[in-house]
């Protein structure tokens, strides 16, 4: 059974940073290619990283590039998100996604399995 499990989310002050995790079960997670996407009140959810399983590569929203940083630990089965420099439109519920096809994409309908989400707020 395929499970993920987001945590590292919190209040954090603009400016500061977060790590983010995703630990997956039930599956090999580097034979996936894993998105990381938010989700604020109101507004639809947009993907802001993803690394692809053929050569990890990453890619980046024009929102979040130069302040996230995606990774893989294969030997603990997990992902992160690792986020700097936090504005308060970061706001947002973050999730982590797989798919089998290896090419990344934003598009959330292209992924079949979800985590719970964290949640990040970013406030003063």
């Known amino acids: 059974q395929v499970q993920l499990v987001e945590s590292g989310g919190g209040l954090v002050q603009p400016g500061g940073s977060l790590r983010l995790s995703c630990a997956a079960s039930?599956?090999?997670?580097?034979?996936?290619?894993i998105g990381w996407f938010r989700q604020a009140p109101g507004k639809e959810r947009e993907g802001v990283s993803c690394?692809?399983?053929?050569?990890?590569?990453?890619y980046y929203a024009d929102s979040v590039r130069g302040r996230f940083t995606i990774s893989r630990d294969n030997a603990r089965n997990t992902v992160y998100l690792q986020i700097n420099s936090l504005k308060p439109e970061d706001t947002a519920v973050y999730y982590c996604?797989?798919?089998?096809?290896?090419?990344?994409?934003?598009?959330?309908?292209?992924?079949?399995?979800w985590g719970q989400g964290t949640q990040v707020t970013v406030s003063s």
């Open positions: 690394i692809n399983s053929r050569d990890a590569r990453t």
């Open positions: 996604a797989v798919k089998r096809e290896w090419q990344c994409s934003f598009r959330h309908y292209h992924y079949p399995y």
């Open positions: 039930g599956f090999t997670l580097d034979d996936y290619t």
